[in-house]
Nanobody, 124 residues
């Protein structure tokens, strides 16, 4: 079983950048497909992107493609979400999640383990 802890969120202005981190412990990190999701106030949780176990392949939601980048460092048991050109509508709690499913993509049901989330607030 893996535990996930996100960090790096904060209050920023539109156009700014952040790097979110998700540190894993208690499991074999390189065995997991890692995903990022977000949930804005009053909205359902939505898929942001995912990265394969090796880090070689990524998938992104259309809404963030070209602005967000996911990477991972298996030696540090950490996955990152670089968020650039932030928009007001990116305001949300951002969660990382781990999946045993090699082909896991956008469905939250594919992810067994979740972090507690980190708040990103973008002021316009």
């Amino acid at each position: 079983q893996v535990q996930l802890v996100e960090s790096g969120g904060g209050l920023v202005q539109a156009g700014d950048s952040l790097r979110l981190s998700c540190a894993a412990s208690g499991g074999t990190f390189s065995s997991y497909t890692m995903g990022w999701f977000r949930q804005a106030p009053g909205k359902e949780r939505e898929f942001v992107g995912r990265i394969s176990q090796s880090g070689l392949t990524t998938v992104y939601a259309d809404s963030v493609k070209g602005r967000f980048t996911i990477s991972r460092d298996n030696a540090k048991n950490t996955v990152y979400l670089q968020v650039n050109s932030l928009k007001y509508e990116d305001t949300a709690v951002y969660y990382c999640a781990a999946s045993w499913v090699l082909t896991a993509t956008r469905w939250s049901s594919e992810y067994a383990y979740w972090g507690q989330g980190t708040q990103v607030t973008v002021s316009s």
